[in-house]
T-cell receptor, first 113, second 117 residues
Framework: GENVEQHPSTLSVQEGDSAVIKCTYS??????FPWYKQELGKGPQLIID?????GEKKDQRIAVTLNKTAKHFSLHITETQPEDSAVYFC????????????FGKGTSLLVTP | NAGVTQTPKFQVLKTGQSMTLQCAQD?????MYWYRQDPGMGLRLIYY???????DKGEVPNGYNVSRLNKREFSLRLESAAPSQTSVYFC????????????????FGPGTRLTVL
């Protein structure tokens, strides 16, 4: 089945700096790659996603890039703010996994003022 | 719209007890899911229901049963709870499921924190 690896597990940046989280996946048939943000005591919430026919997608301070050949995708957060502090999860899905979301183990991001 | 709601928010059980976690969504979604979240393990799929009347096993189904009661509700049952089932349980829903669908976004509930002693 699909295996999603996520790095780093923890990340600390200063307010205003950029943060990058990277994920790799194993199943070349995967074609949908969402990123979720989970705040303390809450359920995960989708922040951005990308499909396999697109190489990059941007939404204000958040961007995701996808390299299908290398089977990796990354989340980029620019001009970080303290409210960006949360756990971020990447996921991948496709036909081989029955369209189930396979999640990475998460990155705990801390943005210090 | 309330989105995805889960009850209870917290529960403590003794080993061997049974309980049912309830989940409901008001977004008219076809697909519903149950995940468990353990420290350092991310989210793992227990069971899912692609549409009303169907259920399928996910990655970690052992020790659980599910019921898709109707389009809105999807319950998770622990028949004989074990300490290994101590976890945070999340229910999620999506409009659809599949390669051609543009509605794969999953919406999560707030979670149920379960402790089995």
């Amino acid at each position: 089945g699909e295996n999603v690896e996520q790095h780093p597990s923890t990340l600390s940046v200063q307010e205003g700096d950029s943060a990058v989280i990277k994920c790799t996946y194993s199943d070349s048939a995967s074609n949908y790659f969402p990123w979720y943000k989970q705040e303390l005591g809450k359920g995960p919430q989708l922040i951005i996603d990308i499909r396999s026919n697109v190489g990059e997608k941007k939404d204000q301070r958040i961007a995701v890039t996808l390299n299908k050949t290398a089977k990796h995708f990354s989340l980029h957060i620019t001009e970080t703010q303290p409210e960006d502090s949360a756990v971020y999860f990447c996921a991948a899905t496709g036909s081989n996994s029955g369209y189930a979301l396979n999640f990475g183990k998460g990155t705990s991001l801390l943005v210090t003022p | 719209n309330a989105g995805v709601t889960q009850t209870p928010k917290f529960q403590v059980l003794k080993t061997g007890q049974s309980m049912t976690l309830q989940c409901a969504q008001d977004m008219n979604h076809n697909s519903m899911y149950w995940y468990r979240q353990d420290p350092g393990m991310g989210l793992r799929l227990i069971y899912y229901s692609a549409s009303e009347g169907t259920t399928d096993k996910g990655e970690v189904p052992n020790g659980y049963n599910v019921s898709r009661l109707n389009k809105r509700e999807f319950s998770l049952r622990l028949e004989s709870a074990a300490p290994s089932q101590t976890s945070v349980y999340f229910c999620a829903s999506s409009r659809d499921r599949g390669r051609s669908s543009s509605y794969n976004e999953q919406f999560f509930g707030p979670g149920t924190r379960l402790t089995v002693l």
